[in-house]
């Protein structure tokens, strides 16, 4: 009797072991499953160094059509790949991430054209592009460029543009390295000798002229636009200072305001510019309209030197609306000099001022207009506290009809580096020495 119940109390707990067991099997088997196709984690750094920014991630997760990632290197070097390319696949399952190493797998390095390592390659479809390095701006890049093919920015010179080549203050050439590299092509036309438009822009650039336009090239800028094109049109105001010696260029004027825009000639003085270092010339924008080139930057400011504002009104075949504004601590003046500029509080009208249009004509052509000009310089595409690059490239991206493209984009790490005196390090040393 006693050893039938031992044997069915030793039955009953090989069953509750047997339970056990199946369920921490389903347990874990769940956890790694999830863990698998539900990659998260939280990133709680300062400068967000562990996340992609809200431009990949729009990409990544809008994809359509399969990516192939490659990533050539020694295998021990894997582990750092795997640590950006590894957020990409997460984001989405349309994306394959391939690690080879080229002395292991010489015939498919071979194959595909690596010559030296590190090497990524982002593939879709038939096309391949290389990112120049492992860091997230190359390999988002890369990815658009694969997605999107090569756009043609027409860039309008000969009416004293700035230069896209000088790398001096006043220059365009870190103009011309953003949108290069979000692979637009950059094409210099002269409307001078030959007024027309080349049939390979993608969009149009008239980017500060200090001299007037001919009428020809006028009839030709406008006959683009209403014909369907995408102009992007940066027009401070004529200044009269130094070499400031900007001309009207009334007849270029005359057209945007008969697409319902209209460019005040005045200067605006903005106090949050003083504030911040730059000078009362510069208006500082941290506030955007609904539209789609200003909602992604959010509370990201930008800076505009020398600017002008901006009327928009509803005329026929043409939507314009204001894109982004001053602050309600700017004036507007109408001394343009010679001389020093100076504001009266008690005449001269105050902000805030729309500085920006954006508008469409006959639901087919795209324009930007932005009543300044300099905000595209080297000076102030470069600093870093303010989103000038991103700026321009949603207005780029939109015309050219990207907008899944518009948002803010993969920043450069921060050089974030620890200072210690004397007295940190002799604290900094008992602490880990004596106490710890």
Request: include cysteine; hydrophobic fraction near 40%; charge should be positive.
């Amino acid at each position: 009797m006693k050893l039938d119940w031992l044997k069915a109390r030793r039955t009953k707990y090989t069953g509750y072991i047997t339970f056990y067991v199946l369920v921490v099997v389903a347990v874990l088997a769940a956890v790694n499953w999830l863990a698998q196709n539900y990659n998260k984690s939280y990133d709680s750094t300062s400068n967000k160094r562990y996340s992609l920014s809200d431009q990949t991630e729009k990409v990544v997760g809008g994809l359509k059509q399969d990516v192939k990632v490659t990533y050539f290197d020694e295998t021990a070097r894997f582990d750092q790949a795997r640590d950006l390319l590894g957020r990409y696949a997460a984001l989405s399952r349309r994306v394959q991430v391939v690690y080879l190493d080229p002395l292991r797998k010489p015939q498919l390095a071979k194959a595909a054209g690596v010559n030296v390592i590190p090497s990524t390659y982002v593939e879709v479809g038939s096309r391949k592009e290389e990112a120049k390095s492992l860091t997230e701006s190359e390999v988002t890049s890369a990815l658009i460029r694969a997605l999107k093919g090569q756009r043609t920015i027409c860039v309008v010179q000969g009416s004293g543009e700035p230069d896209l080549d000088d790398s001096d203050s006043q220059g365009q050439s870190f103009l011309k390295q953003i949108l290069e590299k979000d692979n637009y092509k950059l094409k210099t036309i002269t409307l001078l000798e030959k007024p027309e438009i080349p049939k390979d822009c993608t969009e149009l650039l008239v980017g500060g002229p200090s001299k007037d336009y001919t009428e020809d090239a006028v009839k030709v800028i406008r006959a683009y636009v209403e014909g369907g094109g995408r102009a992007l049109f940066l027009l401070g105001p004529p200044l009269k200072m130094g070499r400031q010696q900007v001309s009207e260029n009334a007849g270029l004027l005359k057209v945007l305001e008969g697409w319902g825009v209209t460019l005040n000639k005045v200067l605006i003085v903005d106090a949050r510019g003083q504030r911040s270092g730059l000078g009362a010339e510069v208006s500082v924008v941290t506030d955007y309209e609904s539209h789609t080139i200003g909602r992604a930057m959010k509370k990201t400011g930008t800076v505009f030197p020398f600017a002008r504002s901006v009327e928009v009104k509803t005329v026929d075949k043409v939507q314009v609306e204001k894109l982004f504004s001053t602050g309600s601590n700017s004036y507007a003046t109408a001394n343009l000099g010679p001389g020093p500029i100076s504001v009266d509080p008690n005449k001269d009208k105050k902000g805030p001022f729309a500085i920006a249009a954006v508008g469409t004509y006959d639901s087919k052509g795209r324009f930007v207009v932005v009543g300044s000009a300099d905000w595209t310089t080297n000076s102030f595409l470069g600093i870093p506290f303010f989103g000038n690059p991103d700026l321009l490239l949603n207005m780029a991206n939109w015309l050219s009809a990207d907008e899944e493209l518009i948002s803010i984009r993969p920043k450069s790490p921060e050089d974030r580096r620890l200072s210690l005196n004397v007295q940190n390090m002799w604290v900094i040393k008992y602490l880990s020495v004596f106490i710890l």
